[in-house]
């Protein structure tokens, strides 16, 4: 069982407003006593001069007046004299319904929708966090506090299971992917944009340049010199077939190359589209991808890239986080600054924020009613009674000042009307 909540009464005033509370206290106490003396002394005195029926009147109803408020202040905290009067110490009996309806308070006045985004589009979270941050300082503890975490939450991932979860998950999710239309969609949108041109320009280019080199020349005329009769072989036709073929696919690769409307490209553009079409459609092509991918992804090389790169990437953040490179501490910073600008200068994002907090509230606020009741239930009534005593209880026992005050008055206006309706 928790043990009640205890209550502090070292702060600033308490020792002054307690003293001034025994003060007050003694004082009203000493008025009672006082109206009461007053009133057998006037009784007594009442056959020497009808005055001091007044005096009497006044001195009983004021006495009447405080003892009943001192009754009421008391009521309310404590039993009168310890004795079992029915309702008295009124908040400790109502200690349980007193949290209820404190929480329910809360929870219907201060935690309502159209309050809470009143107040939360008061506050821009968004200037607010960007400045914080922007101090040197916090943004450095912030991200050494993040870097901390890291490693644990790497050892976490791993002990978890958490990590063959995911890879398992992220292997699934690359063997679901169908290749063939992303490919073919890829490849589309290269040829729209005409940059299917500029490998076809390095291709013609990459052509002229071999056709031209001695090697390949040497090469041609070998072929062509075998396929001749060998009469013309001795008239050396071979040299100057080869020579009059480099030069006509020399020009006609310049020409292509310098013509960016020439038939040779449109034709180009017919058999690549032709190509990305039955690439999309074509179910051997459409098997052979597929293929290809499940060949790479069982390969166990994969498997062992992904070990190695997850095994470096903890090895960084365990250095990073015993501070022998500051690399990551310095990208953190970084990232918690650029996310305060972002956060500052983006009115939808707060907007955004706003909504989720305004969200939160309303699924937190009845847990928040709950917590205030289990708090207020589990206090010491006797030292909240006690705080309450020392902030409020001067201002309640001027209750019994005003009581005795307003009882001697009306006691003298009645016993006024009185002594004037006897002497009619």
């Not at 299917?196 to 090697?215: A, C, G, P, S």
């Not at 009613?369 to 209880?393: H, R």
């Amino acid at each position: 069982m928790t043990p009640p909540a205890t209550f502090s009464f070292d702060s600033p005033g308490d020792a002054e407003r307690a003293a001034e509370l025994r003060r007050v206290k003694a004082l009203a106490t000493l008025v009672l006593g006082s109206t009461l003396v007053l009133f057998v002394i006037a009784k007594w005195l009442l056959p020497v001069h009808p005055v001091f029926g007044f005096i009497a009147a006044f001195a009983e109803a004021a006495t009447i007046g405080g003892l009943a408020d001192w009754y009421a202040v008391v009521a309310l905290f404590k039993r009168p004299l310890g004795l079992p009067i029915p309702h008295t110490a009124i908040i400790q009996s109502n200690q349980a319904r007193i949290a209820d309806k404190l929480g329910e308070f809360i929870q219907v006045h201060f935690l309502e929708a159209a309050p809470v985004e009143a107040k939360l589009n008061e506050i821009d979270f968004g200037s607010f966090v960007a400045d914080w941050l922007r101090d040197r300082k916090r943004r450095d503890d912030l991200a050494r506090f993040a870097l901390r975490l890291l490693p644990e939450a790497v050892s976490a991932t791993e002990s978890s299971g958490l990590m063959t979860f995911i890879l398992r998950r992220m292997s699934s999710q690359l063997q679901a992917i169908d290749l063939a239309p992303l490919a073919a969609g890829t490849l589309r949108g290269f040829v729209a944009e005409g940059r299917h041109q500029i490998l076809f320009d390095d291709l013609l280019r990459v052509m002229h340049e071999t056709l031209n080199q001695t090697e390949t020349m040497a090469m041609i005329r070998e072929k062509v010199r075998a396929e001749l009769p060998t009469l013309l072989r001795l008239y050396r036709a071979d040299k100057f077939l080869v020579n009059k073929i480099v030069a006509s696919a020399t020009a006609f690769f310049n020409e292509v190359r310098s013509d960016p409307k020439h038939p040779f490209r449109g034709e180009f553009d017919r058999m690549v589209l032709s190509f990305v079409d039955r690439l999309g459609t074509d179910q051997a092509y459409i098997d052979r991808i597929d293929g290809l991918k499940r060949d790479l992804l069982a390969r166990p090389e994969l498997a062992d890239l992904a070990r190695t790169v997850w095994a470096n990437t903890r090895s960084f953040i365990e250095r990073s986080a015993s501070g022998e490179t500051q690399v990551l501490q310095h990208h953190l910073a970084g990232m918690c600054v650029a996310a305060g600008e972002a956060l500052a200068g983006d009115a939808e994002l707060r907007k955004g924020l706003v909504a989720v907090l305004r969200s939160f509230v309303a699924d937190q606020k009845s847990g928040v009613s709950t917590f205030i009741s289990d708090q207020v239930k589990s206090w010491d009534m006797a030292q909240l009674i006690s705080l309450i005593e020392i902030n409020i209880g001067r201002d309640l026992q001027y209750i019994r000042f005003n009581g005795s005050l307003i009882g001697g008055l009306a006691g003298l206006g009645l016993y006024s009307v009185e002594f004037l309706l006897r002497l009619l």
